[in-house]
């Protein structure tokens, strides 16, 4: 039969296949082959965050407490410490949660002081809840990206300058021959003002005929 995921490797795996993300040392970081998407990520991770429901989780604590022993404390007091546990239990993620209590019975004979139990929750809780800034850090970075000028063209060597150089004058000396070439044919060529009288004339009566 194959192992049931738990919650929390659900959401990686769903974080790593379907939004282009992976964990590094405990943290979000884009995978680096495709554009995560982010919202999809702070969706799943707000959802891997709900805390349970208040019966839910006093179904929890019932449990946990048939396997316990409990200090001097009569029917009053139990009843007490089950509606003040749950609602201190809404701060944290259901599954989270439900692990921790479930496990108790393993770590200690007597009912759980509230510390111990917040000692155990706060480190998972807080990996939780820090994915959700990693998201916030990696959409800041794909902002920037978007909005990022062009790279600056690559620094040429010496050589290229000098080649490219080289071509500019050869081409500079080639435009100034052919400037000088039309310079000569044109004063070499023979006036005729007799002709150009004649156009001013026809430009003035409104066009040539």
């Given amino acids: 039969?194959?192992?049931?995921?738990?919650?929390?490797?659900?959401?990686?795996?769903?974080?790593?296949?379907s939004c282009g993300l992976t964990v590094l040392r405990g943290r979000l970081e884009a995978n680096g082959t495709t554009t995560p998407d982010v919202s999809k990520a702070r969706s799943l991770v707000r959802d891997a965050l709900a805390p349970a429901p208040d019966r839910v989780v006093m179904g929890w604590i019932g449990t946990m407490s048939a396997q316990v022993l409990r200090r001097n404390s009569g029917d009053l007091d139990a009843d007490v410490a089950l509606r003040a546990y749950t609602a201190r239990l809404r701060g944290y993620p259901a599954d989270i949660v439900g692990l921790v209590l479930a496990d108790w019975p393993t770590r200690s004979q007597w009912w759980p002081?509230?510390?111990e139990l917040q000692e155990l929750l706060e480190p998972l809780a807080d990996a939780r809840r820090e994915w959700l800034e990693d998201l916030d850090r990696i959409e800041r970075i794909l902002t920037v990206s978007a909005v990022a000028p062009p790279p600056s063209a690559p620094e040429i060597s010496d050589e290229e300058r000098e080649r490219r150089r080289a071509e500019a004058e050869v081409e500079h000396a080639?435009?100034?021959e052919g400037l000088r070439g039309l310079v000569v044919k044109l004063?070499?060529?023979?006036?005729?003002?007799e002709k150009e009288t004649e156009l001013r004339r026809r430009f003035r009566e409104g066009g040539t005929k």
């Avoid at 004063?187 to 003002?193: D, H, I, L, S």
């Fill in 174 to 176: 080639e435009v100034s």
């Fill in 1 to 17: 039969m194959a192992k049931q995921l738990t919650v929390a490797e659900k959401l990686e795996a769903s974080l790593m296949q």
């Fill in 113 to 115: 002081a509230w510390f």
């Fill in 187 to 193: 004063r070499q060529t023979p006036a005729q003002p």
